[in-house]
Structures are given as C-alpha cells and as structure tokens.
C-alpha cells in the first residue's frame, strides 16, 4: 500500500474525485490505482473564508509498487506494511489463568490480547454488564438514586463509555493505536474512526462496542464476572499468590493466581485504599479540577467555521484551549463535547461529579467541556500518597452540600463568576445536568486559587474563541476525574514491587483516555507474555 499524504480537497469532494485529485498530484494514471482508500481526514479551518479537508488516502495499485513508488511525482508519500502483534502461542501456557481488575478500555484490550494468545483471562467487574449498566445511570440522572457499583464509573466499559467515546489521544502512532481502532470499528463502532483526526464512537454506540468485545473475549476462551469486587490480595514472599473477591450475594472467595492486572480505573478509592494497605508502592500525582462549561453549539460552530457554520459535511465543532500563567497555574480545556450533555458522575453517596458526553450525532442544543486548572502535590494538603484522592473526595463532598445535598450540582453563570456575584436566575442557556442545577456562588466551591485562575483563563480563551466568555454561559461543578490522584509503581517489565501484580491503564496513572488506556493494556499483555 502506498500512503499518499497532504491531499487537500473542498468540503463537498467524494471518492472519485478524491482519486483523481491523487492520480494527478502524483502523476500516475488513473486506471493505475486499483483501489484508494481513506487513511487520515483532518479539517483546516484556519482561514475561515475557505476552509477544506485534509487527507490521506491510501492507495492500492496496478503493477510492480516499489517501481511506482520510486517514480510518484508527489514526494509527500510512503509505503505501508501492516505487522502483526503477536502470534497466538501454545507454547506459553501458565499454571494458573491471568486475572484482569476492571473491564475498561484498558481492562478489555488486555483481556483481548491475552485471549488471542490463548492465556483465557478472568476479567473481573465490580458493576454490572453494559446494558444493566446504562439502565442504573439513566436511573440516577432520572432520580438522584445512585448505584455506587453501577453508574457513570463502575461498570462494563468504563468510565468512557459515557464520555462520548472520544478517541483523540497524545501518545504516538504505533502500531497498537492501530489495532484499537480495528477492533473498535470490528465490534459495531464507526468505519470513519479508523481516519478521522478526531475519532469519536458516540455514547450510544459504545454499549454495542464494548458487548461485541466481550463476547469475542469469550469465544477465545475469556471469562467475564460481572458484580464481583476485588477486596484483598494474598501474598507470599512478595509475589501475589491469590485474590480475595467479594461476590454479588456479598460472600467472599479466594482465586488463585500468578499473574494480576490491576486496570482499576480512576475512582476505584476503595481499591486503591487496599491495595497501599497491602504493601503496593504508591505515589502522589498531579490532576486538575474544574468545572464544565456550557454554551449555545451554534455560537461554537459560528466562531470556528464562519459562514461554513451550517455546511452539513463539517458537523458539530469543536474547540481546545489552554492557557499558562508566570505562577505555574495552567487552565485548560478537556473532553469537549460537541452538541452534547453534562452528566452525573458521582460513584460514591453525598458527593457530586460531573462529566460530559455526546451521542454519535453530536445533535443537542449545547456544546460543554471541562475548564480545568492544574493541581500538584503541593496543593493536596499532605504527604500521604493517597492525599491527592482525600483532597478530590472532599470537594466533591463539598459540592454536593452546595447544590442542595440532592445531588444537584452547583452552577453559575459566566457573567456572575467573573463578577463575583451569586447568580440568581438562568440567561438563554439551559443547563443539560441531571438530576438538576443549584444557581450559587462557585466561588465557595473551589480554592481561591481555582477561582483565580478560572476567572483569568475564561477572559483569555475568549481571545481564542470568540464568545467563549459570554454572560450567559453555564459553569456547573465540580469535574475532579480528569485523570487519576496515584500512581502505582511498576518496572521496566510493568511489574509492581510485588511479583505478578501490574498496574496498567489510567487508573494505574498510565493513560489519559480511552485509546491510550487500551493501548496501555495491549502493552501489559506483551510483558507478561514474555
């Protein structure tokens, strides 16, 4: 395959004229190609008088390709050979079957992976399978009745499974980037996210996703138990030996093991809480919190496409903005969600967290992301290497009691944060959050130095994108799962300082969002293969 890169095109091209415009720009007949497809298609909207598609297109052709390629007029091309991963082995066949903690992007892949090499992973879940899952989030956003192991958190799919399904990530390409994508788009996702250059899956089409990969994971020989929490570690002479599982009817079994993969994700407190008792080396990492921002999704697309705003082949934009400051205070922008919703994101009682998501079709009324500042170590208020978690879980505690202690969640007006006003009474946006939103002062929410900072990078992004401070605009708190408060320790081999125990994924401190979390576990699974 030869990968023919930097096409640019108008928004309204097609295939065919996308090969032609190939056949030209490298001067090779057309009736040379014997097949184009698409690799890569970004947007340039930096002139917002002509804004285009920019591709890559790979291209299958007619004859001897290392000649044709040595003899393309457009020089900005390459060949590409897939490779495979791995083989599947039966020479590598370990007494006892790996143990997978959490089914999320990251607990999945290595289950996958571990499954396609013949090792048959037991992947455990203290929520419940997908499809149950979503009913007990849609509860909770209905009624305030949380399910603190089945909710926006914990569950089949992780927490990125209400997140929009986002698949932009900031590792580089490798080959494990790849198979992520295959696999998505082979389990029911998108075909577009195998070139997009901001792939997203969609809310609603990720329970679909992530039910297919649990049936493959099976068909290979995997196991899945579902509602079954992991509440102990048995070890001797610094290696795991075995596990300690609480069951659905609260009853508590051993499972012998040699080999335990910890994709625990970022919220799992109370796991994280053992597993320092048990002798894991454990350390304090920097995060962020903040709050989501709402506004009007056409008021975005205007600003970022001008009189493209309405031209169907673009859709929902979007936007990311930072800002740093000469007191090492970053603000920035994360998980923008095009046409989209803020959600419920609590997993534990009195407490309140927010997300956002969107549907596939990026089609609601707002568009919201995450305003987030900076926090470090310094700020936690202790050198427990669990204190970053204490300082997330008190202002989410702190949160719920502003919103009413109802699991309404704080919000105020743009307008009125920057004044430092309470606000009073709702502009022309309305807010998405359910259950419901408490109008309040959020400077009684976050530090000082939080609102400092979110007050300074609000005026500033709205340099950046026009309208982006506008009065009426939502800020709803609080956002604190950005990414994980630890880091648990692991060596060149991804081990932990106990023997057979491996940390991996976002939760671990290792990703940062669905694709490099999955990656991570594909990762793992080449360590302990090995």
């Given at each position: 395959m030869i990968r023919v890169n930097n096409i640019k095109a108008n928004?309204?091209?097609?295939?065919?004229?996308?090969?032609?415009?190939?056949?030209?720009?490298?001067?090779?007949?057309?009736?040379?190609?014997?097949?184009?497809?698409?690799?890569?298609?970004?947007?340039?909207?930096?002139?917002?008088?002509?804004?285009?598609?920019?591709?890559?297109?790979?291209?299958?052709?007619?004859?001897?390709?290392?000649?044709?390629?040595?003899?393309?007029?457009?020089?900005?091309?390459?060949?590409?050979?897939?490779?495979?991963?791995?083989?599947?082995?039966?020479?590598?066949?370990?007494?006892?079957?790996?143990?997978?903690?959490?089914?999320?992007?990251?607990?999945?892949?290595?289950?996958?992976?571990?499954?396609?090499?013949?090792?048959?992973?037991?992947?455990?879940?203290?929520?419940?399978?997908?499809?149950?899952?979503?009913?007990?989030?849609?509860?909770?956003?209905?009624?305030?009745?949380?399910?603190?192991?089945?909710?926006?958190?914990?569950?089949?799919?992780?927490?990125?499974?209400?997140?929009?399904?986002?698949?932009?990530?900031?590792?580089?390409?490798?080959?494990?980037?790849?198979?992520?994508?295959?696999?998505?788009?082979?389990?029911?996702?998108?075909?577009?996210?195998?070139?997009?250059?901001?792939?997203?899956?969609?809310?609603?089409?990720?329970?679909?996703?992530v039910q297919n990969i649990r049936k493959k994971i099976i068909s290979l020989g995997g196991e899945y138990l579902f509602e079954h929490q992991l509440v102990d570690l048995i070890i001797k002479n610094n290696a795991v030996q075995a596990i300690k599982v609480q069951t659905p009817n609260h009853e508590i079994k051993e499972i012998a093991t040699d080999c335990l993969i910890l994709a625990i994700g970022h919220s799992a407190r109370d796991t994280f809480q053992m597993l320092y008792d048990c002798g894991l080396q454990i350390e304090q990492k920097p995060f962020s919190i903040g709050a989501r921002i709402e506004h009007p999704q056409t008021m975005i697309n205007q600003s970022q496409y001008g009189r493209y705003?309405?031209?169907?082949?673009?859709?929902?934009?979007?936007?990311?903005?930072?800002?740093?400051?000469?007191?090492?205070?970053?603000?920035?922008?994360?998980?923008?969600?095009?046409?989209?919703?803020?959600?419920?994101?609590?997993?534990?009682?009195?407490?309140?967290?927010?997300?956002?998501?969107?549907?596939?079709?990026?089609n609601k009324q707002n568009a919201n992301a995450a305003l987030l500042v900076s926090v470090t170590p310094d700020d936690f208020g202790g050198s427990h290497p669990l204190q970053g978690m204490y300082f997330q879980q008190k202002l989410e505690q702190k949160a719920f009691n502003l919103g009413g202690r109802n699991y309404h969640a704080p919000a105020q007006l743009v307008g009125d944060f920057l004044r430092a006003r309470p606000s009073q009474k709702l502009g022309n946006i309305t807010p998405s959050y359910a259950p419901g939103i408490t109008l309040t002062d959020l400077s009684l929410l976050f530090p000082e130095y939080i609102t400092t900072t979110l007050a300074k990078a609000i005026v500033d992004m709205d340099k950046k994108l026009h309208g982006f401070a506008a009065d009426d605009a939502v800020l709803t708190g609080i956002e604190t799962r950005s990414s994980s408060p630890i880091r648990i320790y692991r060596d060149e081999n991804f081990e932990s300082n106990i023997k057979g125990i491996y940390p991996c994924g976002e939760g671990a401190g290792y990703a940062g969002g669905i694709v490099s979390s999955a990656v991570d576990g594909l990762r793992v699974c080449l360590k302990v293969q090995k």
């Open positions: 928004l309204d091209i097609d295939i065919n004229g996308l090969k032609e415009i190939v056949s030209i720009k490298t001067g090779l007949d057309i009736n040379n190609i014997k097949n184009i497809t698409i690799a890569k298609k970004s947007i340039d909207a930096r002139n917002k008088t002509e804004i285009f598609f920019v591709y890559s297109i790979d291209m299958e052709v007619i004859g001897d390709e290392d000649y044709i390629f040595s003899i393309l007029a457009w020089k900005d091309c390459e060949q590409i050979k897939e490779q495979a991963l791995w083989q599947p082995s039966t020479r590598f066949s370990p007494a006892l079957r790996p143990i997978i903690v959490g089914t999320g992007p990251a607990g999945m892949f290595a289950g996958l992976a571990l499954a396609e090499i013949g090792l048959k992973p037991i992947l455990l879940e203290r929520g419940k399978e997908v499809s149950q899952r979503k009913q007990d989030v849609a509860k909770f956003w209905k009624s305030g009745q949380l399910d603190t192991h089945s909710n926006v958190q914990f569950g089949e799919g992780g927490a990125g499974t209400f997140s929009d399904g986002k698949l932009m990530t900031g590792i580089k390409k490798t080959p494990f980037m790849r198979k992520v994508l295959q696999e998505f788009a082979s389990a029911g996702a998108p075909e577009e996210i195998l070139y997009l250059a901001k792939p997203h899956i969609g809310t609603d089409k990720l329970v679909t996703v705003a309405t031209h169907p082949a673009l859709g929902a934009a979007d936007y990311k903005l930072a800002v740093h400051y000469p007191d090492g205070r970053s603000a920035y922008t994360f998980c923008m969600c095009p046409g989209g919703q803020v959600v419920a994101a609590a997993s534990e009682k009195n407490t309140v967290v927010t997300n956002g998501m969107s549907e596939f079709a990026r």
